[in-house]
């Protein structure tokens, strides 16, 4: 089973990028969003469950949004006036419905320049 995240890059202060995440299965009950920034712990970014109910950090909630392809066991998160803030390694997050078992896609960069 894999994540395999995409959509960081280097971004000026206001800009938007899209990060996506896509399962190489299709039984995933909820999948998210976690953001590391340089030397902090890893924080809840957003999620959303396979009904297509999210949930969004208040931080970021005026400013994200998450969403999902089933089809193409896809999530997406849509960050917008983006915040030098937000800037951090963002790792995709999948749990199997069944399983509940947690599983972890390698990371994407997202670097917010002044």
């Known amino acids: 089973v894999q994540l395999q995240a995409s959509g960081g890059g280097l971004v000026q202060a206001g800009g938007s990028l899209n990060l996506s995440c896509q399962a190489s299965?299709?039984?995933?009950?909820?999948m998210g969003w976690y953001r590391q920034a340089p030397g902090k712990q890893r924080v809840f970014v957003a999620r959303i469950t396979v009904d297509g109910i999210a949930t969004i950090t208040d931080a970021v909630k005026a400013r994200f949004t998450i969403s999902t392809d089933n089809s193409k066991n896809t999530v997406y998160l849509q960050m917008n006036s983006l915040k030098i803030e937000d800037t951090g390694v963002y790792y995709c997050h999948g749990r199997r419905l069944l399983s509940a078992v947690d599983y972890w896609g390698k990371g994407t960069l997202v670097t917010v320049s002044s």
């Open positions: 299965t299709s039984d995933f009950g909820l």
